[in-house]
């Protein structure tokens, strides 16, 4: 039932989406809605998005609600229709070396992609790092605080 009840306020949410930005948008965003369809579908499929830690079975938060969010903050990221069709390439695991040397910010795309994860996961109260992503030291241990040294 909760499954259904965020499914419902993610879809809503989508919804008051267009209308909350043409207000205050872009004239080009305006005229040109991005289409995340492709991204929508592609990032709720995504191994790596459904083992997220926070979007497992019985978690309050679903894949379908952090996808809609990551979506939800394209506009306001100025990303094109071609950043959402290469995050959707990225999701399905489709990128090719072609379209990495044809694409000359994908580095600054998916540092964004990541900012928008990050934003979502804070909103969604899912846990923002995993300890694989925490900074280790060269024994592969994470990394304390009162191990670094300071600057005297």
């Not at 926070?54 to 952090?66: D, F």
């Not at 959707?88 to 694409?103: C, L, P, R």
């Not at 580095?107 to 996961?121: F, P, R």
């Amino acid at each position: 039932m909760v499954d259904a009840l965020m499914r419902g306020a993610a879809f809503a949410g989508l919804l008051l989406l267009p209308a909350a930005g043409a207000q205050g948008a872009p004239q080009e965003t305006a005229a040109g809605k991005l289409n995340t369809e492709a991204f929508l579908a592609a990032c709720v499929a995504d191994p790596v998005v459904t083992d997220e830690p926070g979007l497992q079975e019985g978690s309050k938060v679903t894949a379908q609600a952090y996808c809609a969010c990551i979506a939800g903050k394209f506009e306001a990221g100025k990303l094109s229709q071609a950043d959402v069709d290469m995050l959707t390439k990225m999701h399905k695991d489709e990128i090719t070396d072609e379209d990495a040397d044809g694409y000359p910010t994908l580095e600054d795309l998916m540092a964004a992609n990541e900012g928008l994860e990050g934003d979502c996961k804070k909103s969604l109260g899912m846990p923002a790092a995993t300890d694989a992503e925490q900074p280790t030291q060269d024994d592969g241990a994470p990394a304390d605080e009162e191990d670094i040294p300071q600057d005297e």
